[in-house]
């Protein structure tokens, strides 16, 4: 077929580098930019194929989110906006891995499995961060350009959804958000201009772009300071969600006076996390879990003025610190909370068990999913004429917060929107929602080994079942220590182990991490 023989003369143009083995990962493919040329090619041609079979637009995004500037990456998005089906997954990793001589066999191999009729038309969608990418041949269908990755993923939903979530553009994307956020912050009386104002690093990625885009969309009810704008810095390099994150500090090239409220991007905007430095030089986090925690006791009490009987709960990972889940199961009562193995397509797929499922990794990560009967007994509430006014309000502020969140992907652009929202209702300071609860002191390290993948885990990653010996080690090192927790886990995008500690001081925390290191090594 002159198709095929098209393929095999066009792939030759893109080699796979001789013994480059790599692994469709919890993000797609990820690593040195200079290895991923056929990696874009091949992925061009899966997701054409996914496409005829889905019957659907597929998404294709070029990113490598908060991963250094010399990286790059590039992950299939499916029809509903969601991450890949994990068994196309695998046909990802054999495509990528195949030799020249195998990659046709390989495809009509996935052609043959999946009974793809290849006269259906395809239908591609791409999209990529700032990050230069040397071959762009295979970007032949309808090429966003620069987005950020949530938007992508919005767009893909809309697409496929017949404009029902939106329209596929990222117009529509801004008019969709930011008409929710007016309306949200219409319920907000007498907001000062230190209220409206926010500091933004935008991890000199694609997010800061977007925002500048975005900010006359807001009609000044936000008015964003932005740093790390991308004109000097690197992509990601000390600054952004990641680095703020680990290294629980602000990002260099922001300059802020105490107690102002700021917040992170990461490098394709798809996480974020709020901070404040204190009058007397202490650093404030406020990430993933405190956002949960906000958004979630928000959506709480709008249930209870209403008097509608929905599920809520909150999903997090390992990661989570442990006083929000304490203060989550125990104090809030938002039940259940549940744990999942670290990657949003875990967090996703739990959440989607809800009526509404709030989920955030502590890195920043995370959105809210409102099930079709959630958002079906929202609207039929605000056609009741029988609801009093305070009934109507927290109706119509449901239904905007569906409306400002990207439920297709964690989106630090929808994220910061609603809980600037969330702020401006509640009347509350950046220091009053840190106080909710406060943070056990904690520790996140990374430990190159020589095969990470001799570790392998249980219980949502929180216990190691190999190599022998080492939880019985990390359990007695624990042990030693007060309100203390640990684990470690083989990283799914770096070839490194993760190790994270809990105890109930810093230094306690770093002594702890320090001694769990050594057991892994
Ligand atoms: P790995 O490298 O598997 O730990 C990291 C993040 C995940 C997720 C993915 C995808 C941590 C500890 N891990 O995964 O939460 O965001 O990247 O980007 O933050
Ligand atoms: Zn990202």
Request: proline share 3%; net charge neutral.
């Amino acid at each position: 077929m002159a198709l095929f023989q098209e393929v095999s003369k066009q792939s030759s143009l893109h080699p796979k580098p001789e013994g480059l083995v790599l692994q469709y990962g919890t993000a797609g493919f990820r690593t040195k930019a200079k290895h991923l040329d056929h990696i874009m090619f091949r992925m061009g041609l899966l997701a054409t194929l996914r496409s005829k079979q889905t019957k659907a637009t597929i998404g294709v995004m070029v990113t490598a989110s908060h991963n250094p500037e010399e990286d790059n990456g590039v992950k299939l998005i499916d029809p509903m906006g969601e991450m890949l089906k994990p068994l196309w997954e695998s046909y990802a990793t054999q495509l990528a891995n195949a030799e020249q001589g195998d990659l046709l066999p390989t495809l009509k191999d996935v052609i043959n499995k999946e009974a793809i009729d290849m006269n259906q038309e395809a239908n591609v969608f791409v999209g990529k961060d700032t990050r230069y990418v040397k071959n762009c041949s295979f970007l032949t269908q309808k090429n966003y350009g620069l987005v950020t990755t949530p938007q992508l993923h919005y767009m893909v939903c809309c697409q496929n959804t017949q404009g029902k979530y939106g329209e596929a553009t990222v117009e529509g994307y801004y008019r969709k958000l930011s008409k929710a956020f007016i309306q949200l912050t219409k319920n907000a009386s007498n907001r000062t201009d230190d209220q409206k104002h926010l500091c933004v690093d935008g991890a000199n990625g694609i997010g800061a772009l977007k925002v500048r885009e975005m900010e006359s969309h807001l009609q000044r009810e936000l008015q964003i300071s932005l740093f790390n704008d991308g004109s000097k810095g690197k992509l990601n390099h000390q600054c952004g969600a990641d680095f703020v994150k680990v290294q629980q500090k602000p990002p260099t090239g922001i300059k802020v006076s105490p107690g102002e409220r700021c917040c992170s991007f990461d490098g394709d905007a798809d996480r974020i996390v709020y901070y404040f430095t204190d009058s007397d030089g202490t650093f404030h986090l406020l990430d993933g879990d405190k956002m949960a925690t906000l958004i979630s006791t928000f959506l709480k009490e709008l249930l209870t003025q209403v008097g509608l009987d929905l599920k809520i709960a909150v999903v997090q990972t390992a990661y989570a610190n442990g006083s929000s889940t304490h203060y989550l199961e125990d104090t809030m009562k938002v039940l259940p909370v549940r744990c999942t193995k670290t990657g949003v397509k875990h967090l996703h797929h739990a959440a989607q068990e809800f009526d509404i499922g709030v989920y955030f990794e502590a890195n920043g990560h995370g959105t809210v999913l409102f099930s079709q009967a959630a958002e079906e007994k929202i609207q039929q509430l605000l056609e009741d004429s029988n609801i009093n006014d305070k009934q109507k309000r927290a109706a119509l502020l449901l239904q905007n917060t569906v409306n400002i969140i990207n439920q297709t992907v964690g989106d630090a652009i929808s994220d910061m929107l609603l809980i600037e929202a969330i702020l401006a209702i509640k009347g509350m300071t950046v220091q009053q929602w840190d106080a909710i609860y406060r943070d056990l002191p904690n520790r996140q390290l990374k430990v190159k080994v020589s095969d990470r993948r001799v570790i392998d885990t249980t219980d949502a990653e929180r216990r190691a079942v190999s190599p022998a010996g080492l939880q019985e080690a990390i359990d007695s090192t624990v042990k030693k220590y007060t309100q203390a927790r640990s684990f470690v886990r083989p990283s799914g995008t770096e070839d490194v182990v993760r190790v994270y500690t809990e105890a109930d001081t810093q230094e306690n925390a770093d002594a702890l991490a320090h001694e769990v290191s050594l057991a892994v090594f």
